[in-house]
């Protein structure tokens, strides 16, 4: 990372920032103007109420850690925006911005690349570069919101890299998005989708913040999970569980299972009862299965089914007491699936 002595701003809680400016000698007022503008999506030249000595000043020991926009693709169908975007060390990373009726949300990346191995991600091809700090974890809905002109209410971390794997940086921007000096967003209105690092369920689990929990399951037995998820041969099915159940336990908190259909592989009537059979026994709490028609990554050879097949996989699990609901393609005009946006740019730059 290029800010090896300078402070990162964007990285510092409300707290945090007020004490470095008391202690570098102005007067308080001005660490909440400077959260403001930076808030918005400015750097140290725009914050126009600030003295300008001070701001050069603040340059000389400070930066604010912002994506810049490399790429914008928005669909014509339903205004998904997907966004590429150029990190501070030459780096890319992907969010995408959503619509619903209750207001906008985003998913954003969490790594550069991940090293989960999953085998039907586009992000992990090239392995793990690095973890995003906080400050470029908040960045990216940062510089979206400004972006679009207007306020994201929703957050999921979905995107590149996996959450728990870069937990310390994770926690901490959690914490920041709430903050309601900063973006305010409610824990409620957020989502971690994780393959399943069991420890870290457990030490996320122990703060019980009110966010949900996304376990991308994507199989019903561990022969044919370890097959496709390499982190299953670490953690079992039932290992999993009995943390999510704990989590539910000590959150309340509603747990989701997203389940990515790849046809021949794990799409069968017989593992949409297994799976319904597992997560019955596992789970004490309610269960929303999330399936997911794969988007195929030019680089695997797995094949995807269509809607209507997928709708019958929901049915059987419906029918045995799983709710479960088919997830709606949004923006499939610019759907390029997670990751292969920032792999064409990298392999294009070299
Ligand atoms: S699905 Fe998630 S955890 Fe698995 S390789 Fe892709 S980004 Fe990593």
């Given at each position: 990372m290029k800010v090896p002595d300078k402070k990162d701003f964007l990285s510092m809680s409300f707290e945090e920032l007020t004490e470095f400016i008391t202690a570098s000698g102005y007067q308080k007022f001005r660490a909440k103007q400077i959260y403001e503008w930076m808030y918005r999506g400015n750097d140290f030249s725009q914050m126009s109420n600030i003295p300008e000595k001070m701001r050069i000043d603040l340059d000389g020991m400070a930066v604010i850690n912002l994506p810049k926009i490399r790429k914008k693709l928005v669909s014509d169908i339903d205004g998904t925006i997907k966004y590429l975007f150029l990190l501070n060390d030459g780096n890319f990373i992907e969010s995408v911005v959503m619509k619903y009726n209750y207001g906008l949300s985003v998913c954003i990346s969490s790594?550069?690349?991940?090293?989960?191995?999953?085998?039907?991600?586009?992000?992990t091809i090239g392995g793990k570069v690095r973890d995003l700090l906080p400050s470029e974890l908040i960045g990216q809905i940062i510089v979206a919101s400004a972006d679009i002109g207007e306020r994201i209410s929703h957050i999921v971390m979905?995107?590149?890299?996996?959450p728990l794997d870069n937990y310390d940086n994770v926690i901490k921007f959690l914490k920041l998005v709430n903050q309601p000096e900063g973006l305010g967003i409610s824990y409620r209105n957020i989502s971690l989708s994780t393959c399943g690092i069991v420890p870290k369920i457990s030490e996320l689990a122990n703060l019980a913040f009110p966010i949900t929990l996304s376990i991308s399951l994507h199989a019903s037995n561990d022969i044919s999970r370890s097959e496709i998820m390499p982190i299953n041969n670490t953690y079992s099915i039932s290992e999993l569980l009995y943390a999510c159940n704990n989590y539910f336990k000590k959150t309340g908190r509603r747990i989701s299972f997203e389940y990515t259909l790849i046809s021949g592989k794990n799409d069968s009537k017989e593992n949409a009862k297994e799976l319904a059979s597992v997560l019955k026994k596992h789970i004490s709490g309610p269960i929303h299965v999330n399936l997911i028609p794969l988007n195929p990554v030019i680089e695997r050879d797995f094949k995807t089914v269509d809607r209507h097949f997928a709708q019958k996989f929901a049915d059987i699990l419906k029918s045995l007491g799983v709710n479960a609901t088919v997830r709606r393609t949004l923006g499939p005009d610019i759907n390029?699936?997670?990751?292969q946006l920032r792999r064409s740019e990298e392999i294009n730059n070299k």
């Open positions: 790594q550069c690349g991940c090293r989960m191995g999953c085998r039907f991600c586009a992000s979905m995107g590149i890299g996996e390029a699936s997670c990751g």
